[in-house]
């Protein structure tokens, strides 16, 4: 089942580089993304990006896939492919605006590998995806100016 893209974007108190570290290390998905259940078999590919497995949680369901970084330009983009129960992209941008302030973009373009139907569905999971994406990111600032202070 296709799902619609969505996205989000937010404005972040730190510098570029320090966000991009922090997002280049597949274990902190589990960290900032509310139904990350597990990151695993992680391995770094010849241009920089990684390819690991996940378990995703949805409505109760594990979805078990793989990420492998299609794109990776140190620090401005991250773009993943998808495969398993999820399959599709998943694009990280990210722009300085100034010294420590950088713009983060998360693009999630996901399908759904499992049958499911309905366009009352559909709608229902756009907005799971809208909600997971806004709160990754703001797990995300939160994470990352925590640090900053420690």
């Known amino acids: 089942m296709v799902m619609p893209k969505v996205s989000d974007t937010r404005i972040l108190p730190v510098d570029r580089e320090h966000v991009f570290d922090y997002m280049d290390q597949p274990e902190h998905q589990k960290d900032i993304t509310p139904h990350m259940r597990s990151i695993d078999h992680i391995q770094r590919l010849s241009h920089g990006g990684i390819r690991a497995r996940y378990v995703y949680e949805m409505a109760g369901i594990r ?53 499911v139907a309905g366009a009352l569905l559909a709608w229902l999971l756009k907005d799971f995806n809208r909600r ?19």
């Open 63 to 115: 979805l078990r896939g793989a990420v492998q970084a299609r794109a990776y330009e140190r620090p401005y983009k991250i773009i993943f492919d998808m495969t398993g129960a999820i399959t599709g992209e998943i694009a990280w941008y990210f722009e300085a605006l100034a010294p420590q302030r950088t713009q983060v973009t998360y693009v999630g373009d996901y399908r759904l590998a499992i049958p």
């Open 132 to 150: 997971e994406i806004q709160y990754t990111l703001r797990n995300l600032e939160y994470v990352l100016t925590m640090h900053k202070q420690a």
